[in-house]
């Protein structure tokens, strides 16, 4: 297959809060597009906390952030279809593809890759107690310290700076499996977190991927995280998207080629950034 357009999520119960406690959502968003043609892989990140506003046909519960989507749209027996179809409507970009786990199997698949090293970009502490956490640099990571560092909420712009710390993790598994796995133990750690995961590509199309990663090399992979920044809606902090720059990114990286879409039909809603974007 030439190009893959893959939504990746991970799945958290009962561990968020406010309206979320005790359902389950996606914790992590990712628009994956594989071009076998240009040997190029692209990845959106999307933040949970994305403000949808009301011109979204998908439920997203009542802060209408994005991650609530998954549990809270009309689709229950495939409830990642809810989060696509949000996504299709605020970014115009459609997913062929999805590939679902949820945070047991994230931690478990650390755990059995024996950790990553991966680059914090700020001393973290503890939000209650102040305590140091993990300090600036490069750390080795498991599972469990992995969740720690990316639900960390100890600096003024929580939720926003969190957004960094995520991309340098995704950044740091892609470099690991490309640069330490062989095949062999790529089966091993698939074997693993099989029982965790929820996809509808074929055991084919996930080993042809798998090579296909393989070949790439470091500049041949793009991550971005869609633009925008922190805003208040009713209270409840968010981030807000973008639409100028968003819609640079989305044309430039993540549409067939020949296919543009203009920021003012993007179905992200209009904010006001009072802390500025990026």
């Given amino acids: 297959k030439d190009v893959y357009t893959i939504l990746v999520a ?10 979320d406690r005790g359902t389950d959502n996606t914790d992590v968003m990712l628009y994956v597009r594989l071009d076998n043609k240009t040997h190029t892989m692209n990845i959106l990140q999307i933040p949970r906390d994305t403000y949808v506003g ?8 009542i802060y209408q952030r994005l991650n609530g989507a998954y549990s809270n749209g009309a689709n229950k027996e495939n409830p990642i279809a809810n989060t696509a179809t949000a996504i299709y409507e605020l970014f115009g970009l459609k997913a062929d593809n999805y590939a679902v786990m949820d945070v047991e199997g ?4 650390l755990n059995v890759m024996g ?4 680059n914090i970009p700020r001393d973290l502490y503890d939000k209650e107690t102040g305590k140091l956490l993990f300090k600036a640099g490069d750390t080795k990571v498991n599972g469990d310290t992995a969740e720690i560092i990316l639900r ?12 960094e710390l995520q991309q340098s993790f995704y950044a740091a598994v892609f470099r690991t499996f490309m640069e330490q ?21 074929s055991v084919m199309d996930l080993m042809g991927i798998y090579l296909s990663m393989k070949e790439l090399q470091a500049e041949d992979i793009y991550i971005v995280r869609c633009s925008g920044g922190p805003i208040t809606v009713n209270g409840q902090g968010l981030y807000g998207g973008e639409k100028e720059n968003t819609a640079r990114i989305l044309n430039e990286h993540f549409r067939p080629e020949g296919v543009t879409v203009s920021a003012d039909k993007l179905g992200l809603p209009d904010v006001e950034f009072t802390l500025g974007y990026n």
């Fill in 152 to 163: 960390n909420r100890g600096t003024v712009l929580a939720d926003y700076d969190r957004l």
């Fill in 10 to 19: 991970v799945t958290d119960h009962g561990v968020q809060e406010d309206e």
């Fill in 181 to 201: 796995y062989p095949v062999g133990d790529a089966l091993q750690v698939a074997k693993n977190v099989a029982v965790y995961l929820d996809t509808d590509l």
């Fill in 54 to 61: 009301d011109g979204i046909s998908v439920d997203c519960g």
């Fill in 106 to 109: 994230f931690r478990t698949m």
């Fill in 115 to 118: 950790g990553i090293w991966m």
